[in-house]
């Protein structure tokens, strides 16, 4: 996708890989220090396992995802590919003291003039 449209060409996966990295991210104490959502949704909400609006854009050179260990220790982050789905693992040298949950809500479309837009709350 570039400038609003599809072109060919190889291409594709890296914001599949920067989601997953968002979403442990959000699920633990570290703390996102930059953030850019998708100019257009391109993932179908068939078989959605995230809430709206917890993905994040990446594009080189351009848009950074970035976040920040406040914590006292020292974290590792993996993904990789299985039978054609994206994977991903946090590792710490000792269990955080609390779990994360994200949680959509308010969840509905308004349409303003001949747009319509997608409203949603996630709280964490």
């Known amino acids: 996708m570039r ?10 996966g890296l914001c599949q890989m920067a989601n997953m990295v968002h979403w442990l991210v959000l699920n633990s104490p570290l703390e996102v220090t930059e953030l850019h959502h998708h100019s257009d949704a391109l993932f179908p909400d068939e078989r959605r396992r995230v809430p709206f609006g917890t993905g994040t854009s990446v594009w080189y050179n351009n848009v950074d995802y970035r976040f920040k260990n406040n914590t006292d220790q020292t974290v590792q982050i993996l993904v990789w590919v299985e039978n054609g789905e994206v994977c991903g693992e946090l590792r710490s040298e000792r269990p955080f003291p609390c779990r994360y949950k994200l949680v959509e809500e308010n969840h509905h479309f308004r349409k303003e003039g001949e747009k319509y837009f997608r409203i949603f709350h996630i709280k964490k």
């Open 3 to 12: 400038g609003g449209g599809f072109r060919p060409g190889i291409g594709g």
